[in-house]
């Protein structure tokens, strides 16, 4: 299995310009998480889906970030305009959520993440 | 909601040495538990999980965590470290309610010496 694919791998744009980072889930996974990590913040969970619907986006930081999930097997998130406080690595993770009434076991798998820099 | 506190931002320890790195969670029921290691410029892997029964986990590399209900930890332990053990390391609590979201703690960034 290839894991989860993120592209690109790193970024570099100037304030102002649209970003958009896009992640190939593990096929048959049907849970997918974008996350950021900072030094000041560490790991915060942006927005996550399930069968491909957004369920929390309460981590978005605010209007300029979208993220999508137009099929099971890809996802885009879009920041526009970037600002340079968005610089960060920018991970997405997979698992194979089970939905069932109770707890899930679910194990996330994460790809390599793309480092956002913004001039 | 749950919480997951690593107390311990830096560690360092010498290679063969034993290591322990501390996890507390908050949580109102049996939690869901993991372990994460981050190596510089890659993604998080699992080392190892708890959902339930044998509070004594196993995981990869050698590495092992426990599950100590009466004092909400799930520390990660390993008997001999190596020089490839460096790396950062997470924990993270699973979500309530059905719900498949991680909480993860702020990392513990794991220094071998030579």
């Known amino acids: 299995d290839a894991g989860v694919i993120q592209s690109p791998r790193h970024e570099v744009t100037e304030m102002g310009q649209e970003v958009t980072l896009r992640c190939k889930p593990i096929s048959g996974h049907n849970s997918l998480f974008w996350y950021r990590q900072t030094m000041m913040r560490g790991l915060e969970l942006l927005i996550y889906f399930n069968n491909n619907v957004p369920i929390d986006d309460s981590g978005m930081p605010e209007d300029r970030f979208s993220a999508k999930m137009p099929n099971a097997s890809f996802s885009t998130l879009k920041i526009q305009p970037s600002e340079p406080r968005d610089s960060a690595v920018y991970f997405c993770a997979s698992s194979a959520y089970t939905g069932t009434s109770g707890r899930s076991t679910d194990t996330q798998y994460f790809g390599p993440g793309t480092r956002l820099t913004v001039l | 909601a749950q919480s997951v506190t690593q107390p311990d931002i830096h560690i360092t320890v010498s290679e063969g040495a034993s290591l322990e790195l501390r996890c507390n969670y908050s949580?109102?029921?049996?939690?869901?538990l993991f372990w994460y290691v981050q190596s510089p410029g890659q993604g998080l892997q699992l080392l190892l999980k708890y959902f339930s029964g044998d509070t004594l986990v196993q995981g990869i590399k050698g590495f092992e965590a426990e599950f100590k209900r009466s004092q909400s930890s799930f520390n990660l332990r390993k008997p001999s470290v190596h020089w490839s053990d460096a790396a950062e390391y997470f924990c993270a609590v699973g979500d309530t309610g059905g719900g498949n979201k991680l909480t993860f703690g702020t990392g513990t960034q794991l220094k071998v010496e030579l």
């Open positions: 949580y109102g029921a049996t939690p869901y």
